[in-house]
């Protein structure tokens, strides 16, 4: 049973809202209670199938990266009580996606394939080719809409827009920066190439930033294997790198004529292909951490996470 969406009536709850992937609560507490779906999005749409134990792995494996780099940016995390729930303080979300690259590639690659050099700010030269790794690791900014598509923006349009100050983007600026570095390692220390990521931050009353929702899951960041990434680089290969991140599902969201357009329905999945979404998101999981996945087989999820959510807030209330 995969988990489409959640209505939990938890003690102390004030405010629920549904983001693409995940369903966050807020409590009268100050915390926020995110619960991850098995919803999958691609191009800014929600997709009417669930990818089974997508949910589980995104949890986990943010919450593995969180731990991992807690000593580089603080971050709002406190406690996993269930397989696809996640528990920290809630912040004050900047309206914005910061999103790194390392590589030429995915939609940004598109773009410059269509002449664009203006990467949000970043102007990138003449004859660069797909998967050409950047000098240093580029800053792309976009929008962080509720509802419809993100898009591109720049830093000195997020300052002149207010969305955050010189020094609060400055500091969001090294923040990715650090963080990304460690991605990089710690994918390399796996055989795999961190090509590209975005992360989000929030900011708390006391005016500390810090990193929220997810990081280097398969939803929010695009890896390769670097055997093959190298290869293909050494022209030792012609068909495109590897890789383990949610392309492979735009690629064939594209083949069948779907690219998030406004009132075209996206096409139906094959059982097949379901299955080996997620199969990926299993494998990259068991790549990055080391540790083999043991997905949560309960009858009903749902009461399962319900339950275990009901019984962690009274006991830690």
């Known amino acids: ?92 979300p900047f309206p914005i996606e910061v999103v790194v690259r390392g590589v030429l590639t995915g939609s940004a690659w598109r773009k410059y394939q269509s002449g664009d050099r203006n990467m949000c700010g970043n102007i990138l030269p003449d004859g660069m080719s797909e998967y050409q790794a950047f000098d240093q690791p580029k800053i792309t900014p976009t929008t962080k809409a509720m509802a419809g598509h993100d898009e591109d923006t720049t830093a000195q349009q997020i300052v002149d827009s207010g969305v955050a100050t010189k020094q609060q983007w400055q500091q969001i600026v090294d923040y990715a920066q650090v963080l990304f570095a460690r991605g990089q390692a710690m994918a390399a220390e796996r055989g795999l190439v961190l090509a590209d990521t975005k992360y989000e931050f929030g900011q708390y009353e006391d005016g500390t930033i810090i990193i929220i929702d997810e990081i280097h899951t398969p939803d929010s960041s695009r890896y390769l294997y670097k055997q093959s990434y190298d290869n293909y680089l050494a022209g030792k290969q012609t068909s495109e790198p590897q890789q383990l991140s949610k392309e492979f599902v735009r690629k064939w969201l594209m083949e069948q004529g779907f690219s998030g357009q406004d009132g075209v329905k996206p096409p139906i999945f094959t059982e097949e292909f379901i299955k080996e979404i997620s199969t990926k998101y299993i494998e990259l999981y068991e790549l990055l951490t080391g540790e083999v996945f043991s997905p949560d087989t309960a009858p009903d999820p749902l009461k399962r996470i319900e339950t275990n959510l009901i019984s962690y807030i009274k006991e830690n209330s």
């Open 1 to 92: 049973m995969t988990i489409e969406s959640t209505d939990l009536k938890l003690p102390g709850q004030v405010k629920k809202y549904t983001g693409k992937v995940r369903d966050v609560y807020i409590l009268d507490d100050g915390r926020a209670v995110l619960v991850a779906t098995d919803r999958l999005s691609a191009f800014d749409v929600v997709l009417s199938q669930q990818i089974p134990y997508k949910g589980q792995v995104l949890n986990q494996l943010s919450a593995y990266f969180l731990q991992a780099t807690n000593d580089l940016v603080p971050n709002w995390l406190t406690t996993v009580p269930d397989p696809n729930v996640s528990i920290g303080k809630n912040a004050k």
